[in-house]
């Protein structure tokens, strides 16, 4: 690759031998699907969040559009005074990641498919309630920022034979796929819940954020989001925070929330509580402009500077 350059990963002999062991594995990929793929370049889905703005990854991405649905959820109620880990605050997340899901079911996959009608159930329902992927996220001294998230789905196990390149498993991920496995036409981009993000602050980048963990990225980012926005805390404590995510059936726990906050939670949905922080909650890795930054610890996540 350093000598022929990317297009000989999808075109020169590189990519004939990925080519040659799809056939040999009676795979799906063939030479001409390596050949026919372009890189699209796409303006980046923006979302305001009480004076912020998120930048992410948007569309044919889900992830970045259900975060932004989250938190225009988020936002309709004043987090900063519910206090983090209370009964509350911890009902509003859930009240918000089971409104995502009931929307998601219905093909709203952000705040623009939503009309008034809908906005206003939503906030209503949240109101009421209430009561194998890496990311690197790098930010330098002038300003600039970049957050990339790359992904082999779960890791298929298989390399092409004399490549090192690992095949991913993105056609078995049951989320991407709503439609079902194979329902979609030939030549359509898989989405993805990748969500590589930056949140501004006027036209400053203050954090540079994403995280891996299939469907709970979502997630992960939109706690990391409120924590840093709305209980001010700084990236390391935000991203060490402990979290939940509701799986459709059931709120998922990680071990640092009072207990008397979950039980109280336990009264009105089921609930599992880890006896343990794991990688399963997603791994943030964020980084500010000045250095300030904290790779998660969940999945082994390091924050670095250098001069």
């Not at 009902?91 to 952000?110: K, P, S, T």
Request: glycine residues 12%; proline residues 6%; contains cysteine.
């Amino acid at each position: 690759l350093p000598r022929g350059g990317e297009r000989d990963f999808y075109e020169g002999p590189l990519a004939e031998r990925i080519a040659r062991d799809m056939r040999e594995g009676a795979g799906l990929l063939t030479a001409a699907d390596l050949a026919a793929y372009r890189v699209i370049e796409r303006e980046p889905l923006s979302v305001d969040y009480r004076g912020c703005r998120l930048l992410s990854n948007p569309p044919p991405s889900f992830g970045g559009s259900l975060i932004a649905l989250s938190l225009k959820l988020l936002e309709a109620r004043e987090v900063a005074e519910l206090g983090f880990g209370s009964p509350a605050h911890l009902a509003l997340l859930i009240a918000v990641m089971r409104e995502v899901d009931r929307r998601r079911a219905e093909g709203c996959l952000g705040p623009a498919d939503l009309d008034p009608n809908g906005w206003d159930q939503s906030l209503m329902r949240v109101r009421t309630a209430s009561g194998g992927t890496t990311h690197v996220s790098v930010c330098d001294r002038e300003g600039n920022a970049a957050s990339m998230t790359t992904s082999n789905g779960e890791g298929s196990g298989c390399f092409a034979a004399g490549t090192g390149v690992m095949l991913n498993n993105m056609m078995g991920e049951d989320d991407l796929h709503p439609d079902g496995f194979h329902a979609s036409p030939p030549g359509m981009r898989v989405a993805s819940m990748m969500a590589p993000s930056l949140l501004m602050t006027g036209d400053r980048v203050r954090l540079a954020l994403g995280s891996g963990g299939s469907k709970r990225i979502r997630s992960a980012v939109l706690q990391v989001v409120s924590n840093v926005v709305d209980f001010g805390f700084d990236p390391r404590t935000a991203v060490e925070a402990p979290r939940l995510h509701w799986d459709g059936e059931r709120a998922q726990v990680e071990p640092g929330f009072a207990d008397g906050a979950l039980t109280a939670l336990e009264a009105r949905w089921p609930l599992n509580r880890w006896t343990v922080r794991d990688l399963y909650f997603g791994g943030v890795h964020a980084m500010t402009a000045h250095g300030d930054g904290a790779g998660d610890s969940r999945r082994g996540g390091q924050a670095r500077t250098a001069d």
